[in-house]
């Protein structure tokens, strides 16, 4: 519900990162760079994949990311 919550001011490629940063977390992994990098490979490719390949615009959020 969080992530819903603040997918709209944060939009989604901040978004995406720090659930799964905690998911990441919670699922496990002790290790705050492999979460980080884990985390910031899976927003980037999820930003790659629909805004630029598929051209499907995802929620920018304040800070137009």
Avoid at 13 to 29: A, C, K
Avoid at 31 to 46: E, H, K, P
């Amino acid at each position: 519900a969080a992530a819903t919550a603040l997918l709209g001011p944060l939009g989604f490629v901040p978004m995406s990162f720090l659930l799964m940063l905690v998911l990441l977390r919670i699922m496990g992994e002790r290790r705050w760079m492999a979460c980080g990098l884990i985390a910031l490979a899976s927003s980037a490719a999820s930003q790659l994949v629909f805004v630029i390949w598929l051209k499907i615009p995802l929620p920018a959020g304040m800070f137009g990311l």
